[in-house]
């Protein structure tokens, strides 16, 4: 196993160092007043979502900031615009650099499905009891899916409303040709 490496926190510079495995700690420095403060490893909290933050102290205002976003910082570069900080595992507590990486929302819920953590997805059988099969499966172009047997209930049900909202457009249509 190779040792922890820590990496100062961009923007806290010469204050806040961060590691490898996800670890926050002070640096040894001189703080605002000359006085001498002996570094130490940071609090972490754990959100109800399972997600560690900290409190970092700059420019006489404190900020919190998860861990994972922190590592990110320090060891990838800055967040990309309209990006996260992605867990591969979807284990939230668990911000070792090998485990994080910079991702949409999209990408987030995409590895949710993969690790089996979507409640959507591991889903078996739809609201009225048909099973997902691959012959009673409808995969939408965004990714969703459907029963296709609730799907062709609700078409038979729906069938004389559609003819009747079909003929009507048509009528429009005709209607609107000749004017």
Sequence with gaps: MTDEVWKQIPGYEGIYEVSDRGGVRSMNRLDARGRKRVGKPLAQVTASSGHK??????????????????????FVGPRPPRHDACHWNDVPGDNQIENLRWGTRSDNRL??????????????????????????TYHYPNGARACNECRRIYREEHKVERRMKNREYMRRKREGAKG
Excluded: I, Q
């Design 53 to 74: 933050y900290v409190s970092l102290f700059g420019g006489g205002r404190r900020t919190r900031f998860g861990v994972h976003a922190l590592v990110l910082m320090a």
């Design 111 to 136: 590895d949710a499905v993969r690790n089996g953590c979507h409640n959507m997805a591991s889903k078996t059988h739809c609201p009225y009891g048909h099973a997902y099969t691959p012959e009673n």
